[in-house]
């Protein structure tokens, strides 16, 4: 294993340009940006490292899917990445272009370098590093990519139900993985459901002089108040039946919570604020963090919002609402509460849209899986791995391994600072390399279990 | 007189293409465009009936001010208007560019139309009918166009103190005025106060990955909250005290509005609404549009608003408020007020920006400047004008007459569905030439009463 290792320092320079590369391809699936391009340059970086290669069209952005054979009868690992970012808006607060892969104080800056396409990249020259020293592998591997990720893997779904062969493996490897303020790499072992909406309300047939506010009705008030019942500030969600069916904490995964170093101090200290919600700390915070749902509003526009003075009564107003769910929420059944609470509450008159719904899912901390991962961390990384039961962030957890069975773990390149989805979103370039290692090593760790 | 008249019809087709091309001149003081050009073309008409004219400028944009002796030791009638216009956006809501000012179906269609070019220029058209019919004025006639009244009047208020000898005048005719629903035109005696201000909510030091939302605070959520301890879906502003100095309406006022015709049915159907708020009719509907102050949300804006799901903690969240004061409202008292109630309300993390401020005017609905308009009105129009106590809307009608002890009365082109500040905004051609009429006949009137 040595010389699989020693592979990887010598041919870091190349990994970084490859990851580069990447980067510097813009693939923004909300705006529809780069899309087809990104999946034929992540199709040729599989090519090259000699697995076979499907693009699956979807209706909408292609899944990358690619396979290498391991020894006849050996076990099958999976990797779940994506090749889409999110939106690099808001653009004035980039220290340098998203898309320049800009390298600063061994750090690589751009939209999707932490979310997803270190990661992705990282275990393409894992599995290289690996075959290149050793002549072959000691499972099979399987890399599904899809390109849907940050717009809810709407098509993942119908991909899963009709490629349930190509999926299938005895564990898969998550998309993400992160070292915490100590140095620790975090391995999570499930993911959080999510429920979102937009919301809509209507005043007249156009915008009016705000002379009118007197009598006309307003949207944004009406949004406003309508939003006000849905929770207030002491957090909590007031749709009725919200939180019935949120699953009580088994004692592995109270465990695991206990277990998991958390360094508050600094953690708002890199946010810039004072305390957490509540006044949270210890236990409570960390329950909050990882076990409960959330009701979080990612925008809200109406009416002008420019420079100066303009004096108009809008007539529309929306939000954009995510609800986080854990297991066992039903997101169908959020929506129809959310529904049934709005007209109850006076706000019939209010349009929800549906722009995703998925449930949560979670693996038993005692899966095999969970073992490799763990005994390769600590082969690699100098300080001890961190098992977490769930990442606060959602993705397709329950339509690749929750409903098909598969047990999965992350394991990752990111940082506690990797901003993800925010401004400056990086890696540091020495987590890339460890986290390439920590991938060669779970192939014969993997083997093994 | 009926030669002036006669004079306006034969020179119709030249008043319309002078609106036309001042209206084609882009004025959007919020965003500085165009002024100084629009300043210099409005003086360049004004110099062109033979006014004295002055370029009085400002930390902002220029005061056009302009004179045309009458007889001596006659009286003097000023009008006030405004070049600058509110910022055409939403663009995409505009069946015609917004300064090509299309004509259709005998409606001129451009930002700035109604408010306020159109009444500037018929102004200068009825005086340049009135001396080449008549040799000369029987009044001394004062023209004061500024141009920010869109973003406040900022500076009228300097320049309305260091030069009270210019504004002078025995009456001054208003920028606005209207015809409602039943033909009839309608002259204002005053105006509501305003205040304006924006409120800021902060939270960590960039946007977040939503999944965050469980622990960190939401400046989003923060400014919801705060939003909803100042207004109810019963309309009552709750800061402390908003109400206390509201002056009860006069038996005269009272009277005015009971005669005041509302076609509440064709209002509604215009703006394309079922009820107006709290579903109030009669005289209670028009006490709470001209005599009630208002608590206005011009504009929210945070996070991602887009196509598409984008899943963020925004860490910053900001409103626009406008509130119509009433007479004897003292609008820094009212953002004292706001300040105190958010802090006890919690929210004391909340900033607020002042953007501008101005209390309440009203005129004497028995001043003879009122029975000049009145009765000019009546040799124009073919149905009986209504006087109503105040407009709904603001202006700087304290900073030029109340203030100064100037009695002031509205006369315009515009009428009920101009959509002022709105997309489409327009006036009819009809209603142009006949508030060309009215201004000539007024100057005649004014001088006999």
Redesign the interface.
Known sequence: MEHVLQYIDDHADEFIARLQELCRQPSI???NVGMEETATMVAELLRRIGAEVRLVSTPGYPVVYAQIAGPPGGKTLGFYNHYDV??P??LE?WKSDPFAAEIRDGHIYARGVA?NKANLVSRICAVEAYQRVKGSLPVTVKFIAEGEE???SVNLKTFARQNAELIACDGLIWESGYKNHGGQPVSSLGL?G?L?VELHAH????????????????A??RL??A??TL???DERVLIPGFYDNVRPATDAEVRLLEEMPLDEEAWKSS???DS??LG?TGMP?KE???L???????????????????????NT??C?I?F?LVPDQDPFKILDGLRSHLDDQ?FGDIEIKL??ADWAQRTDPGDPLVKAVVAAAKRVYAKPPVVVPT????GPGYTLCGELGIPSAGAGTGYYDS??????ENIRIADYIEGIKHIAVLLEEFARV
Chains 1, 2 share one sequence.
């Open positions: 699936a909300a705006q999110q939106p808006e808001p607060l979310d940050e717009i809810g959080k999510i979102y005043g007249a047939n156009s915008d009016a002089h705000s002379a009118n506010a007197a009598v006309l009705p307003s944004v008030w406003v108040w939003l006000n929770k207030g500030p946010l810039g604020i957490f919600v949270l915070l909050k963090y990882l409960q749902p959330t009701c979080n509003l990612c925008g809200f526009g109406a009416g002008y919002t420019g420079e100066g003075l303009k004096t108009v009564l809008p107003a929306m954009k995510d986080r006076g722009v995703d990442m606060a962030g959602s901003k993800a989805h925010a401004p400056n």
